[in-house]
Every structure is written in C-alpha cells, then in structure tokens.
C-alpha cells in the first residue's frame, strides 16, 4: 500500500542547513527607534515652518517647509518599509521582503523629483515679479530648523545597514542644505533688502537635491531590476568558475541582489565526472565568498553527454 504524502512546513521548506548560506531572508540588525525618532522630529518642525514660511512670505522658507514634508513621508516610508522587511519569507514570498526597502527609497526618489520642479517653477516667477518677505522671521525659523534637520542627520547616520536609511539621509542632508539657504535669504533681506536672494538660493538648493536624488534614483533602480551589485565584476565570476578544477565550461549564469548587500548567485556548470561534484561545489563555495563576498549560491551540475543526468543543490 502506497504511504500518503508526508506534509512539508513552510519553515522547513525555507530552514538553512549546515553549508547553506548564512543569509536568512529578513532584514536583522536594523533600529525602528531610528526611524520613529526621526520622523516625530521631523514632522513636527515641518508643521510650524509651513506656518512661518506662508507667514513670511519666503519661498526659501516655503520650499524648506515643503522639503521637510516629503523628509517625514520619506522616514515614514522607510519605517513602514523596515518593519516590513523584518518579516520572515513566507509561502507566497519565499525570498523575503527586503526589496520593500528599495521600492520605498525608489518612490522617495520620485517625491523629490516632483518637489524640485514645485520650487524651481516658484523661484522662475519670483524673478520677474520679487514678493515682500520679512527677512527676520526667516532667519529666525532657518535657525531653530537647521538644528532640527543637524540632530536628525545625526540620529540616521546610525544605521548604516540599510538602503533605504540611507536614501532619507540623503532627504535630510538635502535639507540641511535647505535650511542652511533660508538662513541666509533672510539675513540677505533683512539687511539690503535684496528680494531676488530668496528665489535665487532656492534654486542653488533645488540642483543640489535634484544630484542626491538621482544618485538614490539609479541605486534603487539597480536593485528592483535585479542589476548586477556593482562590486561585483559579473565576467570575472565566470572566468572564476570556468577555471576551477573539473568544470568545462558556465551558462545561464545570473547574479543579483536578494536584498541590500546581500549577493545571489545561480548558474549551469559542465563537470568531467559527476562523482567529483561534491569536491567542485565546496571549492567553488569557497572561491565565492572569499573572492566575490557571495554567500548565497545555486548551481546545478550537468556532464557533456546527452547520457548524463543533472543534479541541483
């Protein structure tokens, strides 16, 4: 009599055996209190320079204002993307969540592209027709907000393991910049009255977000698009494998990124005889890792000769 199926778990399916990669598909090591911090800090003064931007008429201060804005829905993208990153794989999604981290830097990045185009269609017209604007109510508000934007930098440069950590750093250090441009608009005048500085540094501003932006823009890219990790030399990994002792020759080769630092690699070999499989894969295990930093590693074996049968581990 033929005995039923024997029921497979999804946490033996996804367990992590003696040799397997030490990788286990979750985001660790990553600090939430970071991020929450940050956000509180960053919305709250973000409420009251709205106020005091639309109060003094500044676009430096209004554009700070609105910087600030997308920096809190920035940190609060990547906390929310953190937390979901933390979650074990699953039967629908056996590789993890890491690439939730990625996808919020990637809409973080789009944000800021639209809040650049806001503030250099605002500037553009304040060119032609200078507005009044009360040169010490913005400095005062620059100051207490370039302290706020200081604090949480600092707070972030914190944790350096995530993507998406580092791509709302690049929100806050862009408006660090912001604060640091209002700061001066409204010391500028307050004592020559020269209007056309408020539009002016807005733009300084708005070129040097628009690089950090696009710099955040072409990593996440990479990633989501399963690119190779630029530390990675994709060729070399191949000539790597086709030297190795017994191996004829590497096909349908791929290598990409699981999660943020975390390299993958899957690939067909022609062996010389299947028996000396075992010894090829523990010194190609080996060369990987120490060579390349790949850790996590599919191969399957196949002979020359139609006769031969592959084998996957």
């Given at each position: 009599?033929?005995?039923?199926?024997?029921?497979v778990s999804t946490s033996h399916l996804h367990a992590h055996h003696t040799g397997d990669a030490s990788y286990r598909h979750v985001a660790e090591g990553r600090n939430q209190k970071v991020l929450a911090g940050s956000v509180a800090l960053t919305l709250g003064f973000a409420l009251i320079e709205v106020i005091a931007g639309f109060w003094s008429n500044s676009l430096a201060l209004i554009s700070d204002a609105g910087h600030m804005v997308t920096d809190a829905t920035a940190l609060g993208l990547a906390l929310l993307a953190q937390l979901i990153a933390k979650?074990?794989?699953?039967?629908?999604?056996?590789?993890?969540?890491?690439?939730?981290?990625?996808?919020?830097a990637f809409v973080n990045g789009l944000a800021m592209l639209l809040l650049v185009g806001w503030i250099t269609a605002e500037a553009i017209q304040r060119f032609s027709t200078p507005e009044a604007v009360k040169g010490?109510?913005?400095?005062?508000?620059?100051?207490i907000g370039l302290a706020v934007n200081l604090l949480v930098a600092w707070v972030l440069s914190h944790d350096r393991k995530s993507i998406n950590t580092k791509a709302a750093l690049v929100h806050v250090l862009g408006d660090l910049m912001g604060s640091v441009a209002a700061l001066v608009a409204g010391v500028v005048i307050y004592f020559t009255g020269w209007l056309q500085i408020d539009p002016l540094l807005s733009l300084v501003v708005s070129?040097?977000?628009?690089?950090?932006?696009?710099?955040?823009l072409r990593a996440s890219y990479h990633f989501l698009m399963e690119g190779v990790p630029h530390h990675i030399d994709y060729l070399q990994v191949g000539n790597d494998l086709s030297t190795i002792n017994g191996v004829l020759s590497v096909h349908d080769l791929h290598v990409w990124e699981m999660s943020p630092g975390e390299p993958a690699l899957i690939g067909h070999l022609e062996i010389t005889d299947m028996q000396q499989w075992p010894g090829i894969l523990r010194e190609i295990k080996s060369m990987l890792l120490a060579k390349h930093g790949i850790d996590h590693i599919t191969l399957q074996a196949e002979l020359p000769a139609a006769t031969g049968e592959p084998r996957d581990h």
């Open positions: 009599m033929k005995s039923p199926p024997r029921t979650r074990p794989p699953s039967a629908k999604h056996s590789f993890g969540f890491g690439r939730a981290e990625a996808l919020a010490e109510a913005v400095f005062t508000v620059a100051l070129a040097l977000i628009l690089k950090s932006t696009l710099s955040v």
